[in-house]
């Protein structure tokens, strides 16, 4: 099915250990960012991409690292995980001129001890 | 950005109307208003979009105020599956160029629906 799929679905990770979150797309999406959610707040944005080779930062860049090499991939890098960064995880993509608006990820819940 | 403000809560009876108020004062002329909603453990999905014109699909419509400083998401018959949190969200007009293609949430409207 087309849509945005996300990997892993859940992690643990030791403080100062890294991982790379992984999202990929197959509707052919210029767009596509990165957002974490912590309890009872809405979605900060991290990073985000209007096309391969281009990202930028967002909100709340500090501690992460992406890279947009193709249309179809934006993975997500914890360089030092921190307790901090406990939270779930949403990739999003979308075209450049929607006429609908972005495609969630089902999300990657992480937890930092 | 622009900024919404939207109540922290409603609650409606199963398989009756809800209207979600949203709340724009500042908005731009070249402002979209979008609507997402957020099911439990589940990622944002989109419902609704629009300008300054009314909009139906089969999620929702979407009543705009005249002067676009307020608009209402309704729900025509409220499910127990609707129980979600609800953002209201501006967004520029496309093509999305750079930091215009982001989308900045708020706190939402938690809708409870009750059996």
């Known amino acids: 099915n087309a849509g945005v799929t996300q990997t892993p679905k859940f992690q643990v990770l030791k403080t100062g250990q890294s991982m790379t979150l992984q999202c990929a797309q197959d509707?052919?999406?210029?767009?596509m960012s990165w957002y974490r959610q912590d309890p009872g707040m809405g979605l900060r944005l991290i990073h985000y991409?209007?096309?391969?080779?281009?990202?930028d930062q967002g909100e709340v860049p500090n501690g992460y690292n992406v890279s947009r090499s193709t249309t179809e991939d934006f993975p997500l890098r914890l360089l030092s995980a921190a307790p901090s960064q406990t939270s779930v995880y949403f990739c999003a993509s979308s075209y450049s001129v929607p006429s609908g608006g972005y495609t969630f990820g089902s999300g990657t819940r992480l937890t930092v001890v | 950005d622009a900024k919404t403000t939207q109540p922290n809560s409603m609650e409606s009876n199963e398989e009756e109307p809800v209207h979600l108020p949203c709340n724009h004062s500042?908005?731009?002329?070249?402002?979209?208003i979008h609507w997402y909603r957020q099911l439990p453990s589940q990622g944002p999905e989109y419902v609704i979009h629009g300008l300054t014109s009314n909009v139906n699909n089969r999620m929702a419509s979407l009543a705009i105020a005249e002067d676009r400083k307020s608009s209402t998401l309704i729900l025509h018959r409220a499910t127990l599956r609707d129980a979600a949190v609800y953002y209201c969200i501006l967004r520029s007009r496309p093509p999305y160029t750079g930091a215009n293609s982001k989308l900045t949430f708020g706190k939402g409207i938690t809708l409870s629906v009750r059996p």
């Open positions: 509707m052919n999406h210029e767009y």
């Open positions: 500042t908005i731009s002329g070249t402002d979209y």
């Open positions: 991409s209007v096309g391969a080779g281009i990202t």
